[in-house]
């Protein structure tokens, strides 16, 4: 049931547009503030290709999975 979960369609929208969102605000952040938050922006942006990464993962087992 928690495989089948993470192994959706939704999963894979989902982890992509929350991957999207923080790059973003990490690039925003980054930019925007000073020395002390870069490194937490820099977090941030590594944080969000974590999550690509995930994503891009899930879409390639479905593709094995896949009927």
Avoid at 5 to 14: D, G, N, P, Q, T
Avoid at 37 to 47: E, M, N, S, T
Avoid at 49 to 55: D, G, H, K, T, V
Wanted: with cysteine; charged share 15%; proline share 1%.
């Amino acid at each position: 049931m928690i495989v089948s979960l993470f192994l959706s369609r939704e999963a894979l929208i989902f982890l992509a547009i929350a991957a999207a969102i923080c790059v973003t605000m990490g690039s925003i952040l980054r930019f925007a503030m000073k020395d002390r938050r870069r490194k937490f922006a820099a977090l941030i942006i590594y944080l969000g290709y974590l999550l690509f990464a995930a994503s891009v993962a899930i879409y390639i087992a479905l593709g094995f999975l896949s009927p």
